[in-house]
Structures are given as C-alpha cells and as structure tokens.
C-alpha cells in the first residue's frame, strides 16, 4: 500500500508561470517532510524541507505548503524556468531503529516549456 | 567536497550470477542508505546503516540481497543468483545520521540482468 502518493505523473507549464506539485500521505507519524529533484542519469538532490511543526517554509522560487488535516504536501515553483523540468520526488521522513528512514512518492515529471 | 560515489555506473549481468555495488558516502557522514528504483516506480528503501551495524533491514526484498559496511565508511551491496526483477537502478545515500533527514545521494548503479 502506497503511503506517498503523487497523483500526477507529469506536468507540462510555461516558463515564467507557477508549478505546483502535490503529495498525499497516509500515515500521521510522518514529522519531516523533504522534496528531492531529479536529473536524468543522475541521483536525487535535496531542494527543500519542512518540519511537521510548520505549515510553510520557503527558499527563493520554492515554497512548500504542508496541510496537515488534509495530509497534503505541495511544492510552489515561481517562476518556472526551464532548468527546473526535471523528476520531483516528495519524501516523508520518520525514525526507525534509530535512523531517518526516507519513504517516497512515485515522482512528477515536470516540463517547462519556453 | 566530493559526494557520495557509486561503481560501477552501469552493470550488466546474467540471470543466476552474483553482482557487488559499491558505495562511497560523503565524507563524515555516518548513516548510509541504499535504496532502488525500478522503472515507473518511486525510490523503495533497501537498508540503512549507522556506523557499521545495521538496524534497518526491512527494506531487504529477499535473503538473495545482502550489505554490508567497514570502517564506518564504505558499503558494499551484494545481490546473490541474480533474478530479471533485480533489474533496477540502486542508489546509495548517506547523512549526518540521527536527527538528520536531508540524504545526500550518489549517482546510482543500474543493474540489468538478462
């Protein structure tokens, strides 16, 4: 059963517009929630976090939005730029045996068109 | 400063044969990760080591597969008898370890067994 859901599995936007990409969890112990970006041939990179505690956090052109009684996590690209079309991953993070165990979305495509 | 590396890049394999992946973290960073994403799929956890020991195995999806680290540092993954399901590109992460949920991945290892 998947605990993270991405719903969407590509997005297509213009350059200079938003992106908004959305996350869907189902288990409440989550308490830190991570988007990662994705490049092909290449691993994922961290873009931006927030803590279970917020509701918000922002970083230049990204903000997340976390909406916790609704279980929704949502990252805000603006403005979009062709360089951003990549794979973007949410990720929720919990402890387990003492470590940071990472449980991920299947991704979104997103392409940024000129 | 160098991140975290993965050999080889790319690994071609018969169905039943052994295969070893190896896995340099980040430099000071002492929990490691390896995940794998097969095609169309998001990022599933393998294993997840702190220090040497391994308190997270959960992710193991069958006794062929097997980890292992020395010297706090690197890891080596082992996939036994090689089935075609294996095929997949299998990642490697590494951290600060507790308290810390940003991982840092390497470029990935993709495997295909024929």
């Known amino acids: 059963d998947q605990q993270v859901k991405q719903n969407s599995p590509s997005l297509s936007v213009q350059e200079g517009r938003i992106s908004i990409l959305n996350c869907d969890y189902t288990n409440s112990m989550f308490d830190y929630f991570l988007w990662y970006k994705k490049y092909p041939a290449e691993g994922p990179t961290f873009l931006i976090s927030?803590?279970?505690?917020?509701d918000k956090n922002e970083d230049g052109r990204f903000t997340v939005f976390l909406n916790k009684s609704a279980k929704h996590l949502s990252l805000h690209i603006v403005p979009s730029q062709p360089g951003d079309s990549a794979v973007y991953f949410c990720a929720e993070g919990g402890l387990t045996g003492g470590g940071n165990k990472l449980t991920f979305g299947t991704g979104t495509q997103l392409k940024v068109e000129l | 400063g160098a991140g975290v590396s993965q050999s080889p890049s790319n690994k071609v394999t018969e169905k039943g044969k052994d295969v070893e992946l190896r896995c340099d973290p980040i430099s000071g960073h002492t929990a490691l990760y390896w995940y794998r994403q097969s095609l169309g799929q998001g990022l599933e956890f393998l294993i997840y080591f702190q220090g040497n020991s391994a308190p997270d195995k959960s992710g193991l999806p069958s006794d062929r597969f097997s980890a292992e680290r020395t010297g706090g540092s690197v890891s080596t993954l082992t996939i036994q008898r090689t089935q075609q399901e294996d095929s997949a590109v299998y990642l490697c992460?590494?951290?600060f370890g507790l308290g810390t949920y940003e991982q840092y991945f390497g470029p990935g290892t993709r495997l295909t067994v024929t």
């Open positions: 927030i803590s279970s505690i917020k």
């Open positions: 992460a590494s951290s």
